[in-house]
């Protein structure tokens, strides 16, 4: 969606023009991923004979991290003698959202029959949040642009042209892979600053 608006101020002389696109998207992904099977969330995994036991010298404090792997919901995996690996399917279908917004402003100014000047201003900003394969991980994408440009042209004689530009501009990308749900503080071994943007 978006629109255009643009025309003269003065008549023959000053001009503006403005543009807005935006793009907003809601959309479920499903996803597919290879995570401990019920048994292997409990500590045990399968022996030579495919036969689940419990982990020698099992440290139990780990088990509580299984938490932040998705819990299956589809077949078991099997290896090719039809014996458990520990690992199994697990099928989710969690919401993607995507939000883009672009603008651009000109400006265009008749100074006189020999100089004119125009300026334009853009920007366009970007937002994806992506579930990953892992559903309980979600990719946060953020782009930011700016451009401003400045042209300024002055006609000496019918053979004789100058024109002066400036130009700036400013982008920035960020991509972070968060837990949906934060980890609690008697999980966390390290902690790091979080520099997400609100």
């Known amino acids: 969606f978006g629109g255009s608006l643009g025309g003269p101020i003065i008549k023959d002389k000053m001009f503006i023009f403005g543009n807005y696109e935006g793009f907003q998207e809601r959309l479920a992904k499903t996803?597919?991923?290879?995570?401990?099977?019920?048994?292997?969330?409990?500590g045990r995994l399968p022996n030579a004979a495919g036969q689940y036991v419990e982990v020698p010298n099992l440290q139990r404090g780990m088990l509580p991290f299984f938490r932040y792997s998705p819990e299956p919901n589809g077949p078991e995996i099997l290896d090719s003698r039809g014996f458990p690996p520990g690992m199994a399917y697990s099928n989710s279908n969690r919401s993607r959202r995507v939000g883009e917004n672009f603008g651009l402003f000109r400006y265009d100014y008749n100074i006189s029959d020999s100089d004119t000047l125009s300026s334009n201003f853009t920007t366009s900003r970007g937002l994806r949040l992506d579930p990953s394969d892992d559903p309980i991980f979600r990719s946060n994408d953020r782009r930011t642009l700016y451009t401003v440009g400045v042209q300024e042209t002055h006609i000496f004689s019918p053979n004789i042209l100058n024109t002066a530009n400036f130009g700036f501009s400013h982008a920035r990308g960020q991509n972070q892979v968060t837990p949906i749900e934060a980890f609690p503080e008697s999980l966390v071994m390290l902690k790091g600053e979080n520099r997400a943007n609100p």
């Open 31 to 42: 996803t597919v991923a290879i995570v401990p099977s019920f048994q292997t969330r409990q």
